[in-house]
């Protein structure tokens, strides 16, 4: 098991410390976009945390599950609006199967905080996301530079990548 580094304070804290990342600029065109490849299917959010994505996707009428490390992440969607139509898990996405059938499966991070905090993470080349995705029996469909799909150049310093199961 990965360790829990989404408790107590920084649980607490999360959403205020991502208060950028809640903004209607920055949500919208995710959710437009996590919304349409769903295209009325179920969708499951890795990393479900508290809710900043899932809550405005289930909003939608998209039924979305997750899965998160963190009891304390989930205890805070728990307690908002919205959050009673969302299956959420505590496990690691690694190894935890959520029940069902799933149109979309999604992932988002961002290790940025207010307060400082470090985190053991590494980042994950296109490349190699690629390779895993192609493990795993996924190909890669499309490759954005931002949810609102302007072009993935050799300038891009982020991604959003859907990657299919072959039919
Ligand atoms: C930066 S937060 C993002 C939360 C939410 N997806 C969002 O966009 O606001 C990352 C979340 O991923 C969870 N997480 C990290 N590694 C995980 C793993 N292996 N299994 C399940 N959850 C994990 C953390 O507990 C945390 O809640």
Redesign the pocket.
Known sequence: M?E???TGWVAAG?DAG?RA?FEPAVLEPTVAFLAEAAAGGAAL??????G??ALPLAARGITVAG????AD?IERLRAKGGAETIRAMV????TTTVPGAFRLVYI????ERVRRFDTPYRYAWPAELDLMARIAGLELAERWADWDRSPFTGESRKHVSVWLRPR
Not at 45 to 50: D, N, R, S, V
Not at 67 to 70: E, N, R, V, Y
Not at 91 to 94: N, P
Request: glycine content about 14%; charged content about 20%.
């Open positions: 990965p829990n580094l989404f999360y991502a990342m959010e890795f990393g479900i945390g508290t900043r994505v899965i998160d490390l963190s992440m496990g690691d996405f690694a988002y991070i961002d290790g």
